[in-house]
T-cell receptor
Framework: KAGVTQTPRYLIKTRGQQVTLSCSPI?????VSWYQQTPGQGLQFLFE???????NKGNFPGRFSGRQFSNSRSEMNVSTLELGDSALYLC??????????FGPGTRLTVL | GNSVTQMEGPVTLSEEAFLTINCTYT??????LFWYVQYPGEGLQLLLK?????DKGSNKGFEATYRKETTSFHLEKGSVQVSDSAVYFC???????????FGAGTQVVVTP
């Protein structure tokens, strides 16, 4: 089975812009979670989607949003980018067996 | 709320040395516990997991035992290799689908 894929792998944006990141889960997985990883804050949970519905949400401002499509692919969007949004964004998928499988991440740099 | 605490790194070892990374947790229920590993420039890979008290997870020579009485899930390996150099994350999950709580990560550096 193919693993979790994320596109793009690298992004450079400037402050004030918006960005959309994409995640394709492992085939058959219906749950997709997103995490932000930074050196200072570590791994922080953003949100989780299941069957196109957001089921869990972390403590991030409304500039961070996401969605999930009927084929379980997910996107997350960050609007009005700030320097502090520079991070590795990780997507993980799960089939409900309590184990999450992670993609390689998207490295976002905000200048 | 739930939390995971793991020992700070970096942990520097010589090849073939014994590795222990301490991890303790607080949780309101009965979580599943995990160790993930992250190699430079990559995402997280599941290393091992345990779903109930006294379970032992093992993989690639790494082991960890779910200790409910001490709320711990320490990672051990008897003889490390240079290729084990990575950042190791302890994590817990209290439901089958949703969010994980991760520790801060422990960098391990193995020298020849």
């Amino acid at each position: 089975k193919a693993g979790v894929t994320q596109t793009p792998r690298y992004l450079i944006k400037t402050r004030g812009q918006q960005v959309t990141l994409s995640c394709s889960p492992i085939s058959g997985h219906r749950s997709v979670s997103w995490y932000q990883q930074t050196p200072g804050q570590g791994l922080q949970f953003l949100f989780e989607y299941f069957s196109e519905t957001q089921r869990n949400k972390g403590n991030f401002p409304g500039r961070f949003s996401g969605r999930q499509f009927s084929n379980s692919r997910s996107e997350m969007n960050v609007s009005t980018l700030e320097l502090g949004d520079s991070a590795l964004y990780l997507c993980a998928s799960s089939s409900g067996t309590d184990t999450q499988y992670f993609g390689p991440g998207t490295r976002l740099t905000v200048l | 709320g739930n939390s995971v605490t793991q020992m700070e790194g970096p942990v520097t070892l010589s090849e073939e040395a014994f590795l222990t990374i301490n991890c303790t947790y607080t949780a309101t229920g009965y979580p599943s516990l995990f160790w993930y590993v992250q190699y430079p420039g990559e995402g997280l890979q599941l290393l091992l997991k345990a779903t109930k008290a006294d379970d032992k997870g093992s993989n690639k020579g790494f082991e960890a035992t779910y200790r409910k009485e001490t709320t711990s899930f320490h990672l051990e390996k008897g003889s490390v290799q240079v290729s084990d150099s990575a950042v190791y994350f302890c994590a817990l999950s209290e439901d089958s689908w949703g969010k994980f709580q991760f520790g801060a990560g422990t960098q391990v550096v193995v020298t020849p």
